[in-house]
């Protein structure tokens, strides 16, 4: 079972206003990733990080969307100015060095 | 580009019976193949994976799939389905030459296991 992280659980934003998760990664598992999954079960990659740095990043996630994952801290993955387009299941993941992703249970982001 | 095709949304089966959730995927290159399993409202749970060595890999609660390069594809089997086994599962794969690790998923195949 995985042991990853993620808080909170549902988050309900109006529109325009900045909505906030977290996740804490599996202990030892140095990439963390972050994916979006809408109501009709479509994923889309957000970012991902290898210990405090950015491996990839698409470019929705480069305007609206900021993410970080500092030392000694919980990763989070923050959007300015959220839109109802924006309301979609938020995961994370953690990986060691092998290839299996372990997922969190995700923050529910509903935009009003 | 990597795509993953899960060919059927909806599969219904009885408690007991044996079912196959069908996974194809299209890439040229060295690819990583994995399934997961969603209950509803949950995240993902991992299942199992294939990267390279025997096609037939094992899983968690009694799944196991088949790589087939032939085919292009890794389906999901499980014998013996209970009704704990009803959720969304996911076939997912990974370019493993691009270096970002980031997983495409196909849409999903609803599994239904009636008493």
């Known amino acids: 079972n995985s042991k990853v992280i993620q808080t909170p659980r549902y988050l309900v934003k109006g529109q325009g206003q900045k909505a906030k998760m977290r996740c804490i990664p599996e202990?030892?598992?140095?990439?963390v990733f972050w994916y979006q999954q809408n109501k009709n079960n479509e994923f889309k990659f957000l970012i991902n990080?290898?210990?405090?740095?950015?491996?990839?990043q698409i470019d929705m996630t480069e305007k609206r969307f900021s993410a970080e994952c500092p030392s000694n801290s919980p990763c989070s993955l923050e959007i300015q100015s959220s839109e109802a387009g924006d309301s979609a299941l938020y995961l994370c993941?953690?990986?060691?060095?092998?290839?299996?992703?372990?997922f969190g249970p995700g923050t529910r982001l509903t935009v009003l | 580009t990597q795509t993953v095709s899960q060919s059927d949304a909806h599969v219904t089966v009885f408690e007991g019976d044996s079912v196959e959730l069908r996974c194809n995927y299209s890439?040229?290159?060295?690819?990583?193949l994995s399934w997961y399993i969603q209950h509803h409202g949950h995240g993902l749970q991992f299942l199992l994976k294939?990267?390279?060595?025997?096609?037939v890999v094992q899983g968690v609660n009694g799944f196991e799939a088949e790589f087939s390069k032939s085919d292009s594809s890794f389906h999901l089997r499980k014998a013996s389905v209970h009704w704990s086994d009803s959720a969304v599962y996911f076939c997912?794969?990974?370019?493993?030459?691009?270096?970002?690790?980031?997983?495409?998923f196909g849409s999903g195949t609803q599994l239904t296991v009636m008493p």
């Open positions: 993941a953690s990986r060691q060095s092998s290839y299996e992703q372990y």
């Open positions: 202990k030892g598992h140095p990439v």
């Open positions: 990080f290898q210990n405090q740095e950015v491996l990839q």
């Open positions: 890439y040229g290159g060295s690819i990583y």
């Open positions: 294939y990267y390279s060595g025997n096609p």
């Open positions: 997912a794969v990974s370019a493993v030459s691009s270096g970002s690790w980031q997983l495409i």
